[in-house]
Structures are given as C-alpha cells and as structure tokens.
C-alpha cells in the first residue's frame, strides 16, 4: 500500500471450498498487500483452491480450533512483519468491499483495533439475514460485556476486524482459547491494556453456505465469554491475578 504499510489479510479456514474463491475475488484490487490462508484440517478441498490462488498457505495437519487457528495466523503476520492485520472469514458471510473501511482507522494513526460492527446501521444486522435468537443473544452478550468493560460498544462479536501490528504485540494472544472465545478474550485484553478500538458499520451475508455454529456451541460460547468478563473484573479489582491480562 501507499506510504509502505503492509497490510495482510489473514482467513482462518475451515470447510472453506465453497466460497474461497468468490470471498478472494471479492477483495477490492490494491486494498491489501497479501492474504494468508491457515487451514484448520479441513476435510473438503479448501487446500486445493487455496492453492490455485495467489497467496500463501499454511495446512494444519488437524483441527487446532478456531482460536487455535487465528493464534498462528497472527504469529505468521508478525513473522512477515505486517503493519495492520485484518481478519476476513472466507465463507462469504463479511463483505471483502469494505476491508478499506477497516483498515483506513489504523492507517491514520486512530485506531489500533477496529471491529466490524453489524449493529451500528439500525435494522443492517436483520435486514442481512441474522436470525432471530442471534441477533437478541448478540445484543444482550453485548450489553453484559459492556457493563463488565465499562464501555459502549454496539456489537463484540464480529468476526469482522482489523488490528495493527503494535496491537498483537501487545496483547497475550497466545494465552487465549483455542475456541471460539478467542474473540472475546482479544476484546477484554484489548481494554485491558488500553488500545484504541474503533468501530465501522458493515453489513452482512448469511447464507447456506456460511459456517455456522450448532445451538450447544452457541451455549457454551456465551457462558465462556461471561466467564471471561468475570475473569476481567476480578483481575481489575485485585481480587484474581490472571495470565489473561498481565503483560
């Protein structure tokens, strides 16, 4: 990119064969410098089209988790000395459009980590084909976090987002889940070590062919991100030391 930022867009795949593809295809010519592809031992042919494309690969040779993925894309990301990292799903379900919104926040020095968020266009979140029973389960996990946080974010459960270089530095990531509360562990580090996070509207695109999660996931996902804000006030209050938000 201009001014000699790197910007690496990193998709931890899984099952990805169906909308590899037109998800690469969809990425805004000169938006970013490279894409990486971490294959979380996918059993479909998802390392067969990633390999046809132009960018880099690395196959797991079985299944790490969704944050076990995400922790070696952003390892890879600093080996190769990018500046701004963003996270773009490779089923489809985020538009590729819209990664200048995401990153201009931190090319400009304001941001060191954006979220997408589906919330901040009223009605966008509905209106793209989230189901009922997320949208109110996104909302209220929300509202829960943003009291634990002390903040006012619309949504915290993008999948959508953007970090600078600085930002994986500077977070423990590696101490994280290798689930899917991975996510919501990098947004209380985040406040935990006051990076700036900005949020962007996006809007999003569920499908058939979208990963989606079973109901007992979603379960146990929303326990073990409340299970996080708990772990963040009792360390804020000196009543727990956790390896999650110590430096």
Request: one cysteine or more; charged letters at 20%.
């Amino acid at each position: 990119m201009p001014g000699g930022i790197f910007v690496l867009v990193v998709m931890p795949a899984y099952n990805a064969a169906l909308t590899l593809n037109s998800t690469w295809e969809a990425i805004p010519s000169g938006a970013v410098d490279e894409v990486l592809l971490v294959d979380d031992g996918s059993k479909d042919e998802t390392m067969e089209i990633a390999r046809r494309l132009p960018i880099r690969t690395i196959p797991l040779p079985h299944n790490v988790g969704y944050g076990g993925n995400q922790k070696i894309c952003y390892l890879e990301a600093l080996r190769l000395e990018a500046d701004v990292i963003v996270m773009l799903h490779p089923d489809g379900q985020y538009d590729p459009g819209l990664l200048p919104d995401l990153i201009a926040p931190i090319v400009a020095g304001q941001a060191d980590c954006v979220l997408g968020s589906r919330m901040l266009i009223p009605g966008g979140a509905r209106s793209g084909g989230m189901p009922l029973f997320r949208y109110v389960a996104n909302k209220t996990l929300t509202s829960v976090e943003n009291v634990a946080l002390n903040s006012s974010f619309s949504e915290l459960h993008t999948g959508y987002r953007a970090y600078s270089r600085s930002f994986l530095e500077t977070i423990p990531f590696m101490r994280n889940s290798d689930n899917f509360v991975f996510d919501s562990q990098v947004i209380a580090q985040a406040v935990a070590f006051k990076q700036r996070i900005v949020e962007v509207p996006i809007h999003t695109r569920y499908h058939s062919e979208a990963s989606s999660t079973s109901m007992k996931a979603n379960i146990e996902y929303g326990l073990a991100t409340l299970g996080v804000m708990l772990r963040y006030k009792l360390h804020v209050a000196g009543a727990l030391n956790s390896r999650l938000f110590r430096s």
